[in-house]
């Protein structure tokens, strides 16, 4: 099956910074999706990205799919922002183990 | 429209229990998943169903067991419950996996096996 790679594992910020979050898979792939797991481990949708770019208020994601990555910016981070951060290939239904992301106050 | 319903949110065991996780659409979603999720990680395929009364076995199928009758239910059944098993279970769907639609997934069952 595809693997799939996040980087990096984990992430301290302070309030206000940007961050980037990458993921990599190893095969090509026609859907791809990035989850956040607030602290309560609810999973929310972020994006459903299978190539191009979407945005949604501070966050955006890009996925390249002939390079076979997939990015996730935050900017001017927020302390609601902490968790974890998955990309997934739904295709293969494999996640990524993760990004932890822990803002600062 | 309530999305993606599972049930119960927490469950306590002891090792040799048997019990169903419910899991409930009301999208009209042909594609259903299973999956656990293990501390400091991301969450593993357990089953998944493409449509009612077809399944198929995921990365970690062991001791789990699945039907689809329905549409709108995929129940997930713990035949004899193993410390191994305690995990939080979160179930899925989707319209259908190819062609490109996004997974939506219920709120999790934490299962705990003592």
């Known amino acids: 099956g595809i693997q799939v790679e996040q980087s990096p594992p984990d992430l301290i910020l302070q309030e206000g910074a940007n961050s980037t979050l990458r993921c990599n898979f190893s095969?090509?792939?026609?859907?791809l999706q990035w989850f956040h797991q607030n602290p309560w481990g609810q999973l929310i949708n972020l994006f459903y990205?299978?190539?191009g770019t979407k945005q949604n208020g501070r966050l955006s994601a890009t996925t390249v799919a002939t390079e076979r990555y997939s990015l996730l910016y935050i900017s001017s981070s927020q302390t609601t922002d902490s968790g974890v951060y998955f990309c997934?290939?739904?295709?293969?239904?494999?996640f990524g183990a993760g990004t932890r992301l822990t803002v600062k106050p | 429209n309530a999305g993606v319903t599972q049930t119960p949110k927490f469950q306590v065991l002891k090792t040799g229990q048997s019990m169903t996780l419910q899991c409930a659409q009301d999208?009209?979603?042909?594609?259903m998943s299973w999956y656990r999720q293990d501390p400091g990680m991301g969450l593993r395929l357990i089953h998944y169903?493409?449509?009612?009364?077809?399944?198929d076995q995921g990365e970690v199928p062991n001791g789990y067991n699945v039907s689809r009758s329905t549409t709108e239910d995929f129940p997930l059944r713990l035949l004899s419950a193993a410390p191994s098993q305690t995990s939080v279970y979160f179930c899925?769907?989707?319209?259908?996996?190819?062609?490109?639609?996004?997974?939506?997934f219920g709120q999790g069952t934490r299962l705990t096996v003592v």
């Open positions: 169903s493409v449509g009612a009364g077809i399944t």
């Open positions: 990205i299978p190539s």
């Open positions: 999208m009209n979603h042909e594609y």
């Open positions: 997934a290939v739904v295709d293969d239904m494999r």
């Open positions: 899925a769907s989707s319209y259908s996996v190819v062609g490109g639609t996004e997974a939506f």
């Open positions: 095969d090509s792939v026609n859907n």
